[in-house]
């Protein structure tokens, strides 16, 4: 049964506003997973850029960028599409998965691998097997995207992209004086020392002109971080160069 969406989980409609909302699915107990084009974008833009905001539901700071991103329009010649909530279900409970107890981030259908259902990183059932996760990927499928950057916490670092060159990640680093670094499986906890169906992996397997990189927040992260790296994004949605 479908449950009223937590204010938390509402798509962004502030100062920015969006010129147009799409919903790309729902979570596991019925809340909207809902994509924001930034009002001024521009769909004949050169690049189009993605924002998640949240996949883990307790890994919250992403969301503060999406909000800042929002509080004004897009720059001139981009076209952004923001996320802000991608397991709305995790974020009401406070919780790294969704209300099934799967970690939507190695639910995505390549390099998938059964995982033990009691691991905090329980990969589910089967690949795509949640509701959220097919909502993403339908987001990616309908946008398009040819830049995405997913924010997760707390390594305060930039991960490499999965099988792409490093400009996208280094670049942001530059702008926003985070470290560039990759992140290894053993770090988050995988006995493998491999990552297995993740966002990043998916996308950029699957859609060969689209670049998709993770950005790690740290455990808490200053306004005015927040600010810096909204404003970074907006960079480099309007730089053709990367």
Known sequence: MAVDT?????PVIVAGGCQETLTVGTSVEGRSIEACNLNGSNSEAENTLLVIGTIHGDEPDGRR????MATSGAPANTNIWLIRDGNPDGSELETR???SKVDINRNFPIRWKASDPSARTY??????SEPETVALMNAVE???PTRIVVFHQPYGQIDCPPE???KISDRLSQLTAFKFE???GEKSGSPTNTYTGTFTIWVNSTFPETTAVTFELGLTTMQAKIQTIAKALKFLAADPTY
């Open 6 to 10: 937590p204010p938390d989980s509402q």
């Open 65 to 68: 960028v999406i909000d800042e």
């Open 97 to 99: 998965r969704n209300a």
């Open 123 to 128: 990969s589910g059932p089967s690949p795509a």
């Open 142 to 144: 309908t946008i398009k």
């Open 164 to 166: 792409r060159t490093a």
């Open 182 to 184: 990759c992140i290894s």
